[in-house]
């Protein structure tokens, strides 16, 4: 019924959903299935898109396609919440049904402002009416689209902003993501960009109405940093400008870019009246695995959340969750925060409400052993000392520390994945939460941060080495998710 580069209706996707009550239930019998993170019912799920709170409600948009695991359309699917604990699933909200979008409602954002929400997104084109195009510098069209919403549910028509033509003439077909932020009264778009010979950027655009967009700038290092940068984000954070973004084609250097594709926070300058900038810091936000596309947005209670793909693109590692028919889910919330001149992930205050009461307090002295059982939990260390150690997380998984560096290991069960790692001077603190298939792991009260997915199902978890302190783990509950939406 759907074909790879054909336009997809809402009534297309209404007669498929109703046909495929058997696929969701495949799905919804995986083992594998998390109880706290945000997955899709059946198919494939990529970028957080249109992150937002209004009037009191989350709304969590993202890349989707439901048809089957491998990502091959995309729509916007929806979930929404007021506490990050109890989520309801709408029906997907953007579909690739227009000229503009018709080849994928690709990744963007939303910019909360006068009682309504302001999307902007990408609208992808594939070409296929000659046989050169090489799908890079020809052959593809990347639109910036736009269309309001006064409730997050129903939207307004679709706008188009920016065709290809539009960018500047240097710049390849790569060219999306848009984000949107206000500074002294100007708005600016921020956009993933390659560029005719191959090197990533930023554009940066400026509007005073939201609608007309002039170019202002490119934003880059001077080395060249990888062919692609997608997904920006540029922010203000306790004073300091941060651009994260997602580059592509950065080579692994020592323990460093280990991954096939990147995902970096950078420290930069950016003077908005002269364009001058500088980039001053640039350093891997996720140590681990699966960590890609993360959007961030400004609740109203003034948080800095930040939610990511718990995935990535390309990678040679699989996830064995396709047999039963969907891939990828997103990664927890986090609160982004300045400490001392360093970017840091906290897991959000909401995420306590999913401990159950029940935990085990546990005092670990030089040299002896820890052992437990839970599969899914919530585990806070807190090391009085640490020169070495090593924790299994489950069966097959472990985490250790010698000579400043720690290390994730999957052993057997990570399905290509084998090793991260990152220096730690000082080992203080780890919080780690473990999910079914999953494990994200926050170093130091959140100086670092480890995301990755993880395939053995018997729990474990155990600590010994030259190491004193306390570790708490809570039993943890899930989520509770109402929907699909004729439910
Ligand atoms: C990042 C990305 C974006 C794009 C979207 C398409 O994972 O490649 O650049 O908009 O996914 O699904």
């Known amino acids: 019924m759907f074909e790879k580069y054909k336009k997809v209706f ?4 209404r007669t498929w959903y109703e046909e495929n009550g058997a696929y969701r239930e495949k799905a919804a019998e995986d083992p594998r299935r998390l109880w706290f993170h945000l997955m899709p019912k059946t198919g494939w799920m990529n970028d957080p898109n249109g992150l937002c709170q209004f009037h009191g ?6 890349q989707y396609t439901p048809f089957e695991p491998t990502g091959e359309l995309k729509l916007w699917g929806h979930y929404t919440t007021k506490d990050f604990v109890h989520y309801k699933e709408d029906e997907p909200v953007l579909f690739p049904d227009s000229d503009y979008d018709a080849h994928g409602a690709y990744s963007g954002s939303a910019y909360v402002e006068d009682d309504q929400i302001r999307f902007f997104y990408t609208g992808n084109l594939k070409y296929f009416d000659r046989d050169d195009y090489d799908y890079i510098n020809s052959g593809r069209g990347s639109n910036t689209i736009t269309f309001t919403s006064k409730n997050g ?16 003439s240097d710049m390849s077909n790569h060219i999306r993501d848009p984000k949107v932020f206000q500074q002294n009264g100007m708005y600016y778009m921020v956009l993933g960009a390659r560029d005719r010979e191959g090197t990533g950027m930023v554009l940066l655009y400026q509007s005073k109405d939201l ?8 934003i880059t290092t001077k080395e060249k940093f990888g062919y692609m940068w997608e997904c920006p984000d540029l922010f203000e954070l306790d004073g300091e400008w941060i651009l994260i973004c997602c580059p592509q084609g ?3 250097q020592g323990i460093d870019y280990a991954n096939v594709h990147q995902c970096t926070a950078m420290k930069i300058s950016y003077d908005f009246v002269t364009d001058e900038y500088e980039i001053t810091d640039i350093r891997l936000l996720d140590r681990g695995f699966d960590f890609y596309a993360p959007q961030t947005f400004l ?22 969750t396709t047999e039963s028919g969907w891939q990828h889910a997103l990664t927890i919330p986090r609160q982004l925060v300045m400490r001392g001149n360093q970017l840091i992930q906290e897991p959000l205050e909401e995420l306590k409400q999913l401990r159950t009461g029940e935990e085990i307090v546990e005092r670990f002295e030089e040299q002896t052993k820890v052992c437990r059982d839970n599969l899914v939990y919530e585990a806070v260390v807190e090391y009085e000392t640490c020169r070495s150690m090593k924790m299994v997380l489950r069966k097959g998984v472990t985490l250790s520390y010698e000579n400043e560096i720690l290390t994730l290991d999957l052993g057997t069960c990570g399905f290509g994945r084998d090793t991260r790692k990152v220096k730690v001077k000082e080992l203080k603190s780890l919080q780690i ?4 298939s999953s494990v994200e792991i926050f170093v130091n009260h959140g100086e670092e941060v480890f995301t990755s997915r993880i395939y053995s199902l018997e729990g474990e978890i155990s600590m010994e080495g030259s190491c004193r302190g306390k570790m708490t783990i809570y039993s943890l509950k899930a989520f509770s998710i109402e929907g699909g939406y004729d439910e």
Do not use: S
């Open 433 to 436: 939460f473990a999910d079914t």
């Open 250 to 252: 950065v080579k692994q």
């Open 299 to 320: 609740d109203e209670k003034g948080r800095r959340i930040l939610i990511g793909w718990m995935g990535i693109p390309d990678a040679d590692y699989t996830n064995p």
């Open 57 to 62: 409600t989350y709304h969590i948009y993202y």
């Open 10 to 13: 809402r009534e297309d996707y």
């Open 211 to 218: 609608k007309k967009w002039t170019y202002k700038n490119r």
């Open 153 to 168: 549910h129903d939207f307004t028509e679709k706008e188009l902003l920016m065709t290809t033509a539009d960018y500047p």
